[in-house]
């Protein structure tokens, strides 16, 4: 069966970077498209990043584009998101998710497999 696992998550300063990862299996990761998504405290789930099963190619969200860097390694069934330049308003709990249809989206009901959720808080 399909399972995701993230990790990475942690205490980070502002101006900090952190790298998440997420542990794929179950199924062929070139064949999903892979989100990445958060939610902070009293605020509705964000999308901010994802890696399309057509091509490999990569959309972010406004607020994080220029600072987040997402990737996958297909051979390790692995996907990551490189975050730079943290801001205190990155703090959420950072989801990865995947989904064989779609292939280009930044909204979580478009994904129907979903990880356990890491926590990132960006503080001095």
């Known amino acids: 069966q399909v399972q995701l696992v993230e990790s990475g998550g942690g205490l980070v300063q502002p101006g900090g970077s952190l790298r998440l990862s997420c542990a794929a299996s179950?199924?062929?990761?070139?064949?999903?498209?892979m989100g990445w998504f958060r939610q902070a405290p009293g605020k509705e789930r964000e999308g901010v990043s994802c890696?399309?099963?057509?091509?490999?190619?990569?959309y972010y969200a406004d607020s994080v584009k220029g600072r987040f860097t997402i990737s996958r390694d297909v051979a390790k069934m692995m996907v990551y998101l490189q975050m730079t330049s943290l801001k205190p308003e990155d703090t959420a709990v950072y989801y990865c998710?995947?989904?064989?249809?779609?292939?280009?989206?930044?909204?979580?009901?478009?994904?129907?497999?979903w990880g356990q959720g890491t926590q990132v808080t960006v503080s001095s």
């Open positions: 998710a995947a989904d064989p249809a779609t292939e280009v989206s930044l909204l979580g009901n478009e994904y129907d497999y």
């Open positions: 179950g199924f062929p990761l070139d064949y999903y498209t």
């Open positions: 890696i399309s099963n057509r091509d490999g190619s990569t």
